[in-house]
């Protein structure tokens, strides 16, 4: 759970936030001191993006975190992020061009170095599906150009918004899905890399249909848990079957915010967190979410706005990228991100909202299980929710329901602790795996030797217990318990 001094700062109270942070590294966080400072400040999963930095890099920053963790003796989770198909323009005899509104300007194949009436596209693929009326949107939405006629090798185009190109600039194609895979030849080999260090998620970079989730699961297989970048309109469009195909989705809203209306953006926000929590799949919100601390020690208010926004839709996590990986403020970006948790989660109107958006139970009996779990524990006022788990699934399911009181998940593997590091409200913690031989006796009193290592509720105190009969069986919630504090 993410740990936060609360707004007096001259004490040492801390208080714990449910809503989760992710932290990216980079060149500002790359040593151990750094990184254990923020991960005392309240981050709870690392990120690796593989868009930066050599394999040496990750792996190094790597093992600082499981130092870290070992140190602080909590699980935290690691995230490698894919950096996917980067679509760009080529090169220009001058280093650059200026585009003029209304010129017509032309792409093609050819690596002749371009100039203010054509360049080069070096991606056959857009060529192959654009048609006349397609946008082409570069350097981050800043030009946009529409096709009027396509050749076999080219596009002509009508400048829409002008200004200065330059060399490699990325291009977007919003109108259309475009027949490239998720996973590049450089996402296989860092992919497979990332696999090999152990890391608990992969972040899987412009998804735009669910064949994207099922190439990069026949790779990963059981190793790590998918997450989805919803950062293109299809993703958005397939939203559905991509869910059920994810472990967790993020709402990457850079690129979603250049291929979409500004003024989309928020609603598709509030519609994929709505969906996700429907279903129990974790949901992190990213991108600029304090981005005026890659430069400032501390955010605007309409930064700190924004973030409570995520809290109050119910998102699991929010993420820090250039703000902690680049910038000049990585320590103090993660205890102002946490302070805004805190502050928000104190809220009776968001207790409330929270309240009002819990999910229907499903007609199942693990399900019935959770919700009866949250509702036990309301009822009594309990101090803590103890779910074990074996991969993470009843942990996740009680997490749905957005109880008012910590889910102390129990699993036997770290690497199910680690995941459910990203997962809103739950404290993981590792134990000896129950067997058939257990008694129900016996895992009543592991799990108040849980709720004593987690250092919540007082003696006489009901502490609701969530498991499976028998034990040790992955899927198998059946059982909910009630237990005083000794």
Same mark, same amino acid.
């Given at each position: 759970m993410s740990l936060v001094v609360t707004p007096d700062h001259n004490t040492a109270e801390m208080a714990l936030c449910r809503t989760k942070i992710v932290a990216t590294l980079g /060149?500002?966080?790359?040593? !151990?001191?750094?990184?254990?400072?923020?991960?005392?400040?309240?981050?709870?999963?690392?990120?690796?993006?593989?868009? $930066?930095?050599? $394999?040496?890099?990750?792996?190094?920053? $790597?093992?600082?975190? *499981?130092q870290v963790e070992r140190e602080l003796d909590r699980p935290i989770g690691i995230l490698a992020d894919m950096q996917g198909p980067k679509l760009r323009v080529g090169q220009f005899a001058g280093g650059k061009v200026v585009l003029e509104a209304g010129a017509t300007f032309r792409f093609d194949l050819s690596d002749t170095l371009g100039d203010?009436? *054509?360049?080069?596209?070096? $991606?056959?693929? +857009?060529?192959?599906?654009?048609?006349?009326?397609?946008?082409?949107?570069?350097?981050?939405?800043?030009?946009?150009?529409?096709?009027?006629?396509?050749?076999? &090798?080219?596009?002509?185009?009508?400048?829409?918004?002008?200004?200065?190109?330059?060399?490699?600039?990325?291009?977007?194609? /919003?109108?259309?899905?475009? /027949?490239?895979?998720a996973l590049t030849e450089k996402d296989r080999l860092d992919l497979a890399y990332a696999l090999e260090l152990g890391v608990e998620y992969i972040a899987l970079?412009?998804?735009?249909?669910?064949?994207?989730?099922?190439?990069?699961?026949?790779?990963?297989?059981?190793?790590?848990?998918?997450?989805?970048?919803?950062?293109k309109p299809q993703a958005v469009e397939n939203l559905a079957a991509i869910l059920e195909l994810s472990d967790a989705v993020m709402v990457a809203r850079g &690129?979603?915010?250049?291929?979409?209306?500004?003024?989309s953006v928020p609603l598709i926000q509030k519609r994929i967190i709505r969906e996700a929590r429907r279903l129990g799949k974790p949901v992190v919100v990213a991108t600029q979410m304090l981005e005026s601390m890659i430069a400032a020690p501390t955010p605007t208010r309409a930064e700190a706005s924004d973030v409570a926004t995520a809290v109050f839709d119910g998102a699991d996590a929010v993420m820090l990228s250039a703000e902690s990986a680049a910038g000049q403020y990585p320590r103090e970006a993660v205890r102002i991100m946490n302070r805004i948790l805190w502050r928000v989660e104190q809220d009776a109107g968001w207790q409330a909202h929270m309240a009002a958006a819990r999910q229907a139970p499903e007609d199942y009996v693990a399900d019935a299980i959770a919700s009866a779990a949250q509702q036990v524990a309301a009822t009594l006022h309990a101090?803590? +929710?103890?779910? !074990?788990?074996?991969?993470?699934?009843?942990?996740? *399911? +009680?997490?749905?329901?957005?109880?008012?009181? /910590?889910?102390?998940?129990?699993?036997?593997?770290?690497?199910?602790?680690? *995941?459910?590091?990203?997962?809103?409200?739950?404290r993981a913690f590792v134990s000896l795996p129950h067997t058939a031989s257990t008694t129900v006796e016996q895992m009543v009193s592991d799990a108040l030797d849980v709720v004593r290592r987690a250092q919540v509720g007082a003696t006489g105190d009901s502490v609701v217990i969530a498991a499976g009969v028998p034990f040790g069986v992955s899927g198998s919630t059946n059982l909910l318990r009630v237990a005083a504090v000794p």
């Open positions: /060149p500002a966080s790359s040593d !151990y001191a750094t990184i254990r400072d923020l991960a005392l400040a309240g981050a709870d999963v690392f990120r690796l993006n593989f868009s $930066h930095g050599t $394999h040496a890099d990750h792996a190094s920053r $790597h093992a600082f975190v *499981r203010a009436t *054509r360049v080069q596209l070096p $991606h056959p693929e +857009i060529i192959s599906v654009a048609k006349p009326g397609s946008r082409l949107l570069m350097d981050d939405g800043k030009l946009a150009v529409v096709v009027e006629q396509v050749g076999p &090798d080219w596009l002509q185009t009508r400048v829409q918004t002008g200004g200065p190109l330059s060399d490699h600039k990325g291009v977007n194609v /919003p109108d259309v899905a475009l /027949p490239i895979p970079s412009f998804v735009q249909r669910p064949e994207d989730l099922l190439q990069a699961r026949a790779l990963v297989g059981e190793r790590a848990a998918l997450l989805a970048k919803l950062e &690129d979603l915010g250049v291929e979409l209306p500004p003024e101090p803590a +929710i103890v779910a !074990y788990t074996h991969r993470g699934a009843t942990a996740l *399911r +009680i997490a749905r329901e957005r109880p008012t009181c /910590p889910v102390l998940g129990v699993t036997p593997t770290a690497q199910a602790a680690r *995941r459910l590091a990203l997962v809103w409200g739950v």
